[in-house]
């Protein structure tokens, strides 16, 4: 990936800025923000806008709209709360396009913030259609990406404007993920270790193929785990095999070989009589896997080899969850590897939904250092794929 412009490299003095951030906030019956997370996250972004003299214009979306407004998906609630986090006014547009819009962005001075209406309320959105992307661009002079969680769709307020509002820049919380991201699968200290688990083979299949070609170890857990096992001839009773995914499991174990990356997979396991928290559970071997029961977490001896693996790593990717951490019965093995990346000394890195959830749920989030904002985004760039949303920021 060619290096892009960031928020660092402009004078926003006297500008009107187009800033696309991620404000899809969970809201209540009463419309009122649930976690405001994403809106914190986006603060570094604004105040450095602000201070550096900007006018600035947020653009978001929020929820899943039809392409038309809907009270319940404004983001009305948001401009209050906002300007209470900034300790200044933040002025609520109608819509995010059309001449009272435009004429409300002319009155702006400098260190003003107005936020628009839902980008979705508009087809053209999604569309990434080039009259909705022109009508977002004569807003505003500069183009402000800080929304990652978005940036693998090619919409009109993440690819299409920026396309017509040059410079394009990323944000702080953008150039942070593309920083960790990017950078650990470019240049990543190594010995390289990938960490994959999580529900299926077939939606990690690009994920696999491509760190693959740039890891030394690939540690595997999680459901996939057996799909593998099962390619090994292992018996691995009732647990999640994707049928139609063995021979591929097959391929890419013979893959690895061939490029000599170490594959590890899970020795013994937690396993249990039925999918439920309060399972009847116990541990078993490869070697003696009962037929009808199922396989919801790694066992003590693979935990043991994968926080051996982990230890003197100088890169660690982790994606997808060891087993069924939502059940506390079968948290251990996820646990026990967000244990072994908080005491090593690599540069660690967490994407995936529910990877974050869990790492959040052991507590030590602090102790990674970075965890990705955006699920979706996060996996097609580990998938090896350009981000539209990044391509189309201004090269260095
Ligand atoms: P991420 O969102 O981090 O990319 P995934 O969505 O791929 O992760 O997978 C997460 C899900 O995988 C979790 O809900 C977890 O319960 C499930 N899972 C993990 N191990 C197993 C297992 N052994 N059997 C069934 N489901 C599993
Ligand atoms: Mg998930």
Redesign the pocket.
């Known amino acids: 990936m060619s290096r892009k412009m960031t928020i660092e490299d402009v004078d926003f003095r006297g500008k009107r800025v187009f800033c696309r951030v991620d404000f899809n906030v969970p809201l209540n019956d009463r419309l009122e923000i649930e976690d405001d997370t994403r809106i914190t996250a986006a603060l570094p972004t604004i105040r450095y806008i602000l201070e550096g003299g900007g006018r600035l214009i947020l653009a978001s979306h929020l929820g899943r709209p039809k392409a038309k407004p809907e009270a319940k998906y404004s983001l009305a609630p948001v401009a209050p709360h906002l300007a209470e986090l900034l300790g200044r006014p933040v002025a609520m547009a109608k819509d995010c396009i059309g001449a009272e819009v435009v004429a409300l962005t002319r009155k702006m001075a400098d260190g003003e913030v107005l936020l628009l209406e839902n980008v979705r309320f508009h087809p053209g959105e999604e569309k990434n259609d080039p009259e909705f992307s022109r009508q977002l661009a004569e807003l505003a002079e500069v183009y402000v990406n800080d929304a990652f969680g978005t940036a693998h769709r090619a919409h009109a307020s993440t690819e299409g404007v920026a396309r017509l509002l040059q410079p394009a820049v990323a944000g702080f919380l953008m150039g942070k993920e593309l920083e960790y991201l990017s950078g650990a699968l470019a240049a990543p200290k190594r010995p390289f270790v990938a960490v994959l ?4 083979v077939s ?2 299949i690009s994920v696999i193929e491509n760190l693959l070609t740039k890891v030394d170890t690939l540690i595997i ?6 799909t593998f096992l099962k390619a090994q001839g292992v018996e691995v009773g009732k ?2 095999v994707e049928a139609d995914r063995i021979e591929l499991a097959g391929r890419l174990i013979a893959q690895a070989k061939e490029k000599g990356v170490s594959l590890l997979l899970p020795e013994d396991h937690v396993i249990a009589r039925e ?1 439920k928290a309060d399972a009847e559970h116990r541990t078993c071997d490869n070697s003696d896997f009962p037929a009808d029961w ?4 790694i066992g003590p001896r693979t935990i043991a080899a994968y926080q051996k693996a982990l230890a003197h790593a100088g890169t660690v990717v982790w ?9 506390d019965a ?1 948290a251990e093995g ?1 646990f026990a590897v967000a244990r072994a990346l908080a005491e090593s000394q690599a540069t660690t890195i967490i ?8 790492v959040k749920k052991s507590g030590l989030e602090e102790r990674m250092t970075h965890i990705s904002t955006g ?1 979706g985004a996060s ?1 097609e760039l580990l998938e090896g794929k350009v981000l539209p949303g990044v391509a189309a920021l201004t090269d260095k």
Do not use: I, Q, W
């Open positions: 688990g999580g529900a299926k939606d990690k857990g999680g459901g996939m785990a057996y647990s999640l999918f199922m396989a919801l977490d994606n997808g969850p060891m087993g069924v951490f939502e059940f079968f996820t994407g995936g939904g529910d990877s974050v959830s869990a699920g996996l």
